[in-house]
C-alpha cells in the first residue's frame, strides 16, 4: 500500500527503552534525525530491577534504576521522543515512494523511514508445577523489587550464572538463609562474584540439582528438589521465597517473519547492527551476542543509530 509521504513520517522508530533503545535515541536525535522511542508498557528494562551496577565504566557504583533515569533524560534532552506506547507489528510500507515501515502500537500507528529494535529480552520460568500459582506469593524474578520482603527468611536462588550469584549475594541483606539451587557442580558466575559468594556464610549451595516442585499453602514452604547426580539424593528444603535466574529470551515474537532470528529467537544483526531487512536495525540483549551488559546494549546503540542515520541520509538524498 502506498501512503502520500506524510508529515508525520519520522526518520527513526526505536522499539525498546533500555540502555540500548535510549543510547540510539541519544545519538539519533543529537544527530538531528526526527526519532521517536517506544518504551513498552508489558515489560521493563532489566536495568530497573537491577540493584547494583558496578561494571559500566567511569560510574564505579549506581543503581540500575538511577543510571536508566540518566540515560533517559539524556536521551530526550536532544528532542528524541519518548512514549510508554508498545509495538505490536512493523510493516513494509510504501511512504510515497520509498519502501519505509508502518509500526502498529497499543495505541496509534507510526510511519518511519527506519526501525530499531531493542526490546531486550525476559527472565526464563522453571516452567515447574507451582510456581505459576505462586508467583508473588513467593516466587520471584527479582531481587531487588521483593528482596525486602523477606528480612530474617529463608529463601532460595535458582541458577549460577552472573544474575544469581550477585542477587543472591544481594539477598544476605535481608534474609538470614540464601541457598543457591545450582544444575552443575560449579558456578558460571565471574570469578569474583563467585569469590563474594562463597565468603558469604548466610549462602549454602544445592549442586547438581533442579527444582521439581514448589510448594506452598497461601504462601511457598517448600521446593522439591531433584538431584541430577544421585536420585537418592532428591529432596525437599524448606523456604519462604525462590528467586529464579536461570536466563533470558529475546522479546521478538512481535518481528518474526520480518528480520530473520536465530533458532533461540534473538534476532541476527551483522557488526554494524543491520538486520536481514534493510532499513530495520537491531541492538541490544535482542540480538544474538555473546555478552549481554550494559555497556555492550549501549555500544549496540551508538553503532546502530549511526547506521539507520547513513541509511536515512541516502533515502532523503535520493528523494528530496
Ligand atoms: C538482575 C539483573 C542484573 C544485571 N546486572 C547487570 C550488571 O551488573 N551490569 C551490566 O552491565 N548488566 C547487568 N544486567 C544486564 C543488563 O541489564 C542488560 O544487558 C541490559 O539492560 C540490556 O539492555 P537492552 O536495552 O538491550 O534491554 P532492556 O534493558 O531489557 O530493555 C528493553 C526495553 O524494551 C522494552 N520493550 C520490550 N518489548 C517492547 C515492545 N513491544 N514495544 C516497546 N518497547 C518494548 C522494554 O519495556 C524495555 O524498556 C543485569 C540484568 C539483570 C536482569
Redesign the pocket.
Known amino acids: 500500500m502506498a501512503v502520500n509521504m506524510p508529515e508525520n513520517v519520522q526518520d527513526l522508530v526505536i522499539?525498546?527503552?533500555?540502555?540500548?533503545?535510549?543510547?540510539a535515541g541519544l545519538y539519533a536525535s543529537r544527530a538531528g534525525m526526527k526519532t521517536v522511542i517506544?518504551?513498552?508498557?508489558?515489560?521493563?528494562?532489566?536495568?530497573?530491577?537491577?540493584?547494583?551496577?558496578?561494571?559500566?565504566p567511569g560510574i564505579p557504583e549506581v543503581s540500575?534504576f538511577e543510571l536508566?533515569d540518566r540515560f533517559r533524560t539524556q536521551a530526550v534532552s536532544f528532542g528524541a521522543y519518548a512514549s510508554t506506547?508498545?509495538?505490536?507489528s512493523v510493516e513494509k510500507i510504501l511512504l510515497g515512494e520509498y519502501e519505509g515501515w508502518k509500526i502498529t502500537?497499543e495505541d496509534t500507528i507510526l510511519y518511519s523511514l527506519s526501525v530499531i529494535i531493542?526490546?531486550?529480552?525476559?527472565?526464563r520460568a522453571l516452567g515447574v508445577p507451582g510456581e505459576e500459582q505462586f508467583l508473588g506469593r513467593g516466587v520471584s524474578?527479582?531481587?531487588?523489587c521483593d528482596g525486602p520482603f523477606y528480612k530474617k527468611r529463608k529463601v532460595a536462588v535458582v541458577g549460577g550464572g552472573?544474575?544469581a550469584i550477585?542477587?543472591a549475594v544481594f539477598l544476605t541483606k535481608f534474609a538470614d538463609k540464601v541457598t543457591v539451587i545450582h544444575r552443575r557442580d560449579k558456578l558460571r558466575a565471574a570469578k569474583i562474584l563467585q569469590k563474594r559468594a562463597f565468603a558469604n556464610d548466610k549462602i549454602e549451595f544445592e549442586w547438581n540439582s533442579v527444582v521439581q516442585e514448589v510448594e506452598g499453602q497461601d504462601f511457598v514452604t517448600s521446593l522439591r528438589l531433584k538431584n541430577l547426580k544421585n536420585l537418592e539424593q532428591d529432596r525437599k528444603i524448606s523456604v519462604d521465597g525462590v528467586f529464579v535466574?536461570i536466563g533470558?529470551d529475546p522479546?521478538t515474537d512481535?518481528i518474526k517473519g520480518v528480520v530473520n532470528l536465530d533458532i533461540g529467537g534473538y534476532i541476527i544483526a551483522d557488526a554494524l547492527m543491520r538486520t536481514s531487512e534493510p532499513g530495520i536495525f537491531a541492538?541490544?540483549?535482542?540480538?544474538a551476542k555473546p555478552l549481554?551488559?550494559?555497556?555492550?546494549?549501549?555500544g549496540?546503540?551508538a553503532t546502530a543509530a549511526h547506521e539507520a542515520q547513513l541509511y536515512v541520509d541516502e533515502l532523503k538524498g535520493q528523494a528530496y
Not at 549481554?292 to 549501549?298: E, G, K, N, P, S
Open positions: 522499539i525498546g527503552g533500555g540502555p540500548a533503545g535510549l543510547t517506544l518504551e513498552g508498557k508489558s515489560t521493563v528494562s532489566q536495568i530497573t530491577v537491577t540493584d547494583s551496577i558496578e561494571n559500566y540500575g536508566h506506547d508498545e509495538a505490536r502500537t531493542a526490546t531486550g529480552a525476559k527472565w524474578y527479582c531481587a531487588t552472573d544474575t550477585q542477587e535466574f533470558l522479546i512481535f541492538c541490544g540483549d535482542c540480538i549481554r551488559q550494559v555497556i555492550t546494549a549501549c549496540d546503540g
